[in-house]
């Protein structure tokens, strides 16, 4: 994993932690990765998730508005084992 | 392109239990940013200006705006949750996730909820209101029978000769204790 790929991960499990136990809109947390990773494309946004969702970090959910993800047991995990 | 915070920036280098007052401040309390400034300073002793609290929030505290909505959100439940009506969890948990959905939208005006909430608020004060009525006019009823009762008593007592001094004492303690 680059150091780039780390920190989208980890602001991504950030963004999904504090929204624990609501599920996130996949545009909205797009948006909010965005101020928090510079130039982040939605190419990488989407390898990301897709990443998390392999690693069982994260559970997406399909909602009448898109796709929406939530954070499990072992995204919290990774979190606190790699705080900042 | 984003530039590199500088490594000496006064308020990312705060003590952390400074910084997690400074982000919930910022965050949970949504205070501004000259309040926050003002806080700094009474709280840690801690000189900054207005732009340098503008852009730790902005570096810092923009991703915690889920953490804000989701606020919001479990604030709505919350009222809905001690209304009146019976909602039952379902219905609870779709209300919270639909309130998180628009606060958490980038243009969402968080205010429409907060004012939402103070409608809910406002009417469960009105129920309030309603149900101290209602037990008011119950009491304002219940003296109406009492003294209608005693009036009723000073009839009797007044029309009645044939008793004695004890029996009319009797008559005015059970008329007293109605």
């Not at chain 1, 939605?42 to 009448?64: G, H, K, M, N, W």
């Not at chain 2, 501004?32 to 207005?50: C, D």
């Not at chain 2, 119950?138 to 004695?164: F, H, I, P, S, Y």
Request: hydrophobic share 40%; aromatic share 6%; net charge neutral.
């Amino acid at each position: 994993m680059t150091s780039r790929q780390f920190l989208i991960r980890r602001a991504l499990l950030k963004g999904l932690l504090n929204s624990k136990p609501y599920v996130v809109l996949g545009a909205h947390l797009q948006s909010s990765l965005a101020l928090d990773v510079p130039r982040l494309t939605p190419t990488e946004f989407d390898a990301e998730i897709a990443a998390c969702e392999q690693d069982r970090y994260i559970l997406s959910v399909q909602q009448d508005r898109g796709l929406s993800y939530t954070i499990r047991v072992e995204g919290e995990a990774w979190l606190l084992n790699n705080a900042a | 392109m984003a530039r590199k915070p500088r490594s000496d920036a006064k308020l990312r280098n705060l003590p952390p239990d400074q910084r997690t007052a400074l982000t919930d401040w910022l965050v949970d309390e949504g205070i501004s940013y000259e309040a926050a400034k003002k806080r700094l300073k009474s709280e840690f002793g801690v000189s900054t200006s207005y732009g340098a609290v503008a852009d730790f929030w902005q570096k810092e505290c923009f991703s915690l705006r889920f953490r804000k909505a989701r606020g919001v959100a479990e604030e709505i439940v919350g009222v809905m949750r001690e209304s009146e009506n019976d909602f039952d969890e379902a219905t609870l948990t779709a209300i919270g996730q639909r309130a998180f959905n628009l606060a958490v939208a980038k243009d969402a005006d968080v205010g429409e909820l907060v004012n939402l909430v103070k409608v809910i608020g406002e009417s469960k004060k009105l129920q309030l209101q309603s149900d101290k009525l209602s037990l008011e006019k119950r009491r304002v009823r219940m003296l109406e029978k009492k003294a209608a009762k005693l009036d009723q008593l000073t009839n009797d007592l007044d029309t009645d000769d044939g008793l004695t001094p004890e029996e009319r004492l009797q008559k005015i303690r059970e008329g007293l204790l109605i």
